[in-house]
């Protein structure tokens, strides 16, 4: 699918810009400092998911000053144009609207804008903690195989009634009280050894895309590992038993999905330790793109490609061979400096004068 | 500097405590209750005393009673020995608007949820206890919501249930009869295909002859 139109109202710092990207190749958004490049792909991305990626709450889309931010979008798949609206209000309930009518479920978006998002942050994905790698496989999941995204949720309300189950028994366990653990402990071991399948299903199938995406940006051919490492061995209803005293004693739940890794390498050797500043930046955004192909092959159309300053992460050689890689579809890139000449672009979008060039 | 006088902003605060009441609801219908003449406020209010002096909780089931039993439990043709335990009396109601249900009620008051500080002890589960063998129940229904909290729920009451030698049924989850499949969410329709059953080829021998003459 590609993105038709966008039009922006007191998004972010944007008071008022409208554009037609290019359908099919690469647009650049460029400006200087502070112009809002970001927030242009902040706002498609937001038509896609009602989040922002940056991790922030929604009032915070809102320009200083203003009462609502409004992004307007008309996505066009095949013969079949959809708009999706979105206003975010100060005052009253953010709403969403795919051709005029109100999103009710997640799932209501699938007819609208599907996006991949790609920025500097990404690289915490191999450089940071494993709850960046668990955000980013919980993306893969829902993006992949909608269905199972469902678990995600299950597990995150059952580690918070467990939490306040521990917490309420001050260390104690009487009869009573092991009963309702069991029961919950029962809801985690379906809903986390689900998520934990899931994750490890399209982990297996991002690995071979991830090879040959690394391969493709460096010119040499690099074997990216991906290795699920579960917090637990044996079935988790049995681990969450054992583990039942410690749980008590620290009142949190300290096996499950919640607490699992993933293991990167590059040809054998851990990324995270092993690999260079650059390698790192590569490998995530390896990684990023070959969620992008999983979900071309599921939709059959590639979703929006959303690079946010790729440019500074990749040296020029790794920025051409970028766009060689990811399959054809709608581009939309950030930058401060002029992209590569090599860059194949097909529409620029200049900010800085308040309005788009 | 509050904006409303006394009796007003109390009002304001009593109804904004009411679920799905927001701070502008309750100005409004604050607003309105100011305007409309005096008897069809005190009507509201006295209908409100009415409920609370009148309606009690059946003490046998704990569904909505006035008197002594509640209405189901006060009618002698209903089948004693099997049991439907929901979550609140409005779910009595649900299952009663489908008339396919016979036996009676076990209203818990709600559902296991750490979080909101609702345990075993919080809810009418000793209560259900205790009337199985007394009034010889064979079947408990658990037909609690089919979230989270009321899964949980129904897990818990069938280890309590199943030492007792009770049958425990818990109700099925699938498609809204009358829907359409493409609305319905993904979960729901996992849950659907996962509960098919066979198609019986039950066609009665007595069809036959029916075709054959039209034929």
């Not at chain 1, 007819?111 to 709850?131: I, K, L, S």
């Not at chain 1, 469902?150 to 918070?160: D, F, G, M, Q, S």
């Given at each position: 699918m590609y993105l038709r139109s966008l039009t922006l109202t007191d998004f972010r710092c944007l008071r008022e810009l409208s554009f037609e990207p290019?359908?099919?190749?690469?647009?650049?958004?460029?400006?200087?400092?502070?112009?809002?490049?970001?927030?242009?792909?902040?706002?498609?991305?937001?038509?896609?998911?009602?989040?922002?990626?940056?991790?922030?709450?929604?009032?915070?889309?809102?320009?200083?000053?203003?009462?609502?931010?409004?992004?307007?979008?008309?996505?066009?798949?095949?013969?079949?144009?959809?708009?999706?609206?979105?206003?975010?209000?100060?005052?009253?309930?953010?709403?969403?609207?795919?051709?005029?009518?109100?999103?009710?479920?997640?799932?209501?978006?699938?007819?609208?804008?599907?996006?991949?998002?790609?920025?500097?942050?990404?690289?915490?994905?191999?450089?940071?903690?494993?709850?960046a790698r668990r955000r980013f496989l919980d993306d893969a999941v829902a993006l992949v195989t909608p269905?199972?995204?469902?678990?995600?949720?299950?597990?995150?309300?059952?580690?918070?009634?467990?939490?306040?189950?521990?917490?309420?028994?001050h260390g104690h366990v009487n009869g009573d009280l092991a009963t309702t653990l069991d029961v919950w402990d029962q809801r985690l071991a379906a809903a986390g050894t689900a998520l934990s399948e899931a994750r490890e299903r399209v982990l297996s199938a991002l690995a071979p895309e991830a090879t040959e995406t690394v391969t493709q940006l460096t010119g040499s051919r690099t074997a990216v590992g991906l290795t699920y490492r579960r917090s637990w061995n044996g079935s988790l209803e049995d681990a969450l038993a054992a583990g039942r005293a410690d749980d008590l004693v620290r009142g949190t739940t300290l096996v499950g999905p919640h607490r699992d890794d993933v293991e990167l390498t590059l040809d054998g050797l851990a990324a995270r330790t092993h690999a260079s500043q650059g390698e790192q930046r590569t490998l995530a955004l390896a990684l990023r793109l070959a969620t992008h192909r999983l979900a071309t092959h599921r939709l059959a159309t590639p979703p929006v490609l959303l690079l946010d300053d790729v440019f500074s992460e990749l040296d020029h050689h790794r920025a051409a061979s970028l766009l060689a890689t990811v399959p054809p579809g709608q581009t939309l890139l950030t930058t401060a400096v002029p992209p590569p000449p090599t860059v194949p672009v097909a529409a620029t979008i200049v900010l800085g004068q308040g309005a788009a060039a | 500097?509050?904006?409303?006088?006394?009796?007003?902003?109390?009002?304001?605060?009593?109804?904004?405590?009411?679920?799905?009441?927001?701070?502008?609801?309750?100005?409004?219908?604050?607003?309105?209750?100011?305007?409309?003449?005096?008897?069809?406020?005190?009507?509201?209010?006295?209908?409100?005393?009415?409920?609370?002096?009148?309606?009690?909780?059946?003490?046998?089931?704990?569904?909505?009673?006035?008197?002594?039993?509640?209405?189901?439990?006060?009618?002698?043709?209903?089948?004693?020995?099997?049991?439907?335990?929901?979550?609140?009396?409005?779910?009595?109601?649900?299952?009663?608007?489908?008339?396919?249900?016979?036996?009676?009620?076990?209203?818990?008051?709600?559902?296991?949820?750490?979080?909101?500080?609702?345990?075993?002890?919080?809810?009418?589960?000793?209560?259900?206890?205790?009337?199985?063998?007394?009034?010889?129940?064979?079947?408990?229904?658990?037909?609690?919501?089919?979230n989270l909290e009321g899964e949980a729920t129904a897990a818990y009451l069938a280890r309590l249930l199943q030492p007792l030698g009770v049958r425990v049924t818990r109700i099925a989850s699938g498609l809204p009869v009358g829907g359409d499949l493409e609305y319905a969410d993904e979960v729901t329709l996992g849950r659907a295909l996962e509960g098919r059953r066979v198609v019986e080829s039950a066609a009665p021998a007595q069809t036959r002859p029916a075709r054959a003459d039209q034929g």
């Open positions: 290019d359908p099919e190749g690469v647009t650049v958004v460029t400006g200087p400092n502070g112009t809002g490049k970001t927030s242009v792909l902040e706002a498609i991305a937001y038509l896609a998911t009602q989040q922002s990626f940056r991790g922030v709450p929604r009032e915070s889309l809102v320009r200083v000053g203003a009462t609502a931010a409004v992004v307007r979008g008309v996505a066009v798949a095949g013969e079949r144009s959809v708009s999706v609206d979105a206003e975010v209000s100060l005052a009253t309930r953010s709403r969403m609207l795919v051709n005029g009518q109100p999103v009710r479920r997640r799932s209501d978006l699938d007819n609208g804008v599907q996006a991949t998002v790609f920025t500097p942050e990404d690289t915490e994905v191999v450089r940071g903690g494993p709850a269905v199972e995204a469902a678990h995600i949720e299950t597990v995150e309300r059952v580690l918070r009634q467990r939490a306040a189950l521990l917490k309420r028994s | 500097m509050p904006a409303f006088s006394a009796p007003v902003q109390n009002l304001v605060d009593e109804l904004g405590r009411l679920p799905g009441i927001g701070p502008k609801s309750a100005q409004r219908i604050a607003f309105h209750l100011l305007k409309v003449p005096s008897e069809d406020a005190l009507r509201l209010a006295q209908a409100i005393v009415a409920v609370k002096e009148r309606v009690t909780f059946c003490p046998r089931c704990f569904n909505v009673a006035e008197g002594d039993l509640c209405i189901v439990c006060a009618d002698d043709r209903r089948d004693p020995s099997v049991v439907c335990v929901v979550e609140d009396p409005r779910d009595v109601v649900a299952v009663e608007k489908t008339g396919g249900f016979s036996g009676r009620y076990h209203v818990l008051q709600g559902a296991l949820s750490p979080i909101d500080g609702i345990g075993p002890d919080q809810l009418k589960i000793g209560e259900l206890i205790a009337r199985i063998e007394p009034e010889g129940i064979s079947e408990v229904i658990l037909c609690t919501n089919p």
